[in-house]
């Protein structure tokens, strides 16, 4: 069973790891480098950790199995003012790919972001990611018009996406939805 959730503060450690498993699994999928990862100070981990245990400002989420980490993603609210929220390093682990892992961890975003108030969710691709690309467009993410160059590389240009969030009208005392659900063959 693949369990979505918070981070937590006493996190940072595992978090850092499985961020230098994706800079080293994914390293076209990224702005940070995992150079630059590698050499960030363990207070900077620490703190970004504990503002994603906060989630106001922003909020990290996990996905494990079996005790093991095998998914993240980053939800930073409105960094722009525009009561767009970001979704950044998402990231699932090459044998946690298709089982549903990483909708869990948007949708928990999704969530976040609509009780934050935000009124979109953004996203930005690489152009050389048609995987990510197919996996925002089928929940629900549309292509805005402009191609800024992608940072790392500004050869290639990144597609910038984005979800509208619906506001939910939840009856009282109605169960919140699922944020787990069971791992696929
Ligand atoms: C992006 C990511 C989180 C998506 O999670 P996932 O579990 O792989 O996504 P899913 O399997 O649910 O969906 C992937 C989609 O891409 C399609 N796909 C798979 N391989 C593909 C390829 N080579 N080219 C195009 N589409 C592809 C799948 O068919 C599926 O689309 P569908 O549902 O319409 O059939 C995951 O692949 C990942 O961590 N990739 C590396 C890091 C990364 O790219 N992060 C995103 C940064 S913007």
Same mark, same amino acid.
């Given at each position: 069973?693949?369990t979505i959730?918070?981070?937590r503060p006493? =996190?940072w450690? /595992?978090?850092k790891a499985l961020r230098?498993?994706?800079?080293? =699994?994914a390293?076209y /999928? &990224? #702005?940070e480098?995992l150079?630059? /990862?590698?050499?960030?100070? !363990?207070?900077v981990?620490q703190n970004?950790v ?5 989630g106001?400002s922003?909020?990290g989420v996990?996905?494990?199995?079996n *005790?093991r980490? +095998?998914g ?5 609210c *409105?960094? =722009?003012?525009n009561?767009k #929220?970001?979704? +950044?390093?998402?990231?699932?682990s090459? !044998?946690h790919r298709?089982?549903g892992a990483a909708?869990?961890l +948007?949708q928990?975003?999704? *969530?976040?972001a609509?009780e934050?108030?935000?009124? #979109?969710?953004?996203?930005? +691709?690489?152009?050389?990611n048609p995987?990510?690309? /197919? &996996?925002?467009?089928r929940l629900g993410f549309e292509v ?13 240009n990144?597609?910038?996406?984005q979800?509208i969030?619906?506001?939910q009208e939840?009856?009282?005392g109605a ?5 787990t659900?069971?791992?696929e063959?």
């Amino acid at each position: 069973m693949i369990t979505i959730r918070k981070i937590r503060p006493d =996190d940072w450690q /595992a978090v850092k790891a499985l961020r230098l498993e994706a800079l080293a =699994d994914a390293p076209y /999928a &990224f #702005a940070e480098t995992l150079a630059e /990862a590698k050499a960030t100070p !363990d207070s900077v981990w620490q703190n970004r950790v504990q503002q994603n245990a906060e989630g106001k400002s922003s909020i990290g989420v996990l996905a494990s199995e079996n *005790n093991r980490l +095998v998914g993240m993603a980053v939800g930073l609210c *409105n960094p =722009d003012g525009n009561q767009k #929220a970001h979704l +950044v390093a998402m990231w699932v682990s090459p !044998d946690h790919r298709g089982t549903g892992a990483a909708e869990s961890l +948007v949708q928990y975003i999704v *969530n976040w972001a609509r009780e934050s108030g935000s009124t #979109a969710l953004v996203a930005g +691709v690489t152009e050389h990611n048609p995987r990510a690309q /197919a &996996f925002y467009r089928r929940l629900g993410f549309e292509v805005l018009p402009n191609r800024p160059p992608w940072k790392p590389e500004p050869t290639s240009n990144e597609i910038p996406l984005q979800m509208i969030i619906e506001k939910q009208e939840r009856e009282q005392g109605a169960a919140p939805e699922p944020l787990t659900r069971p791992g696929e063959p």
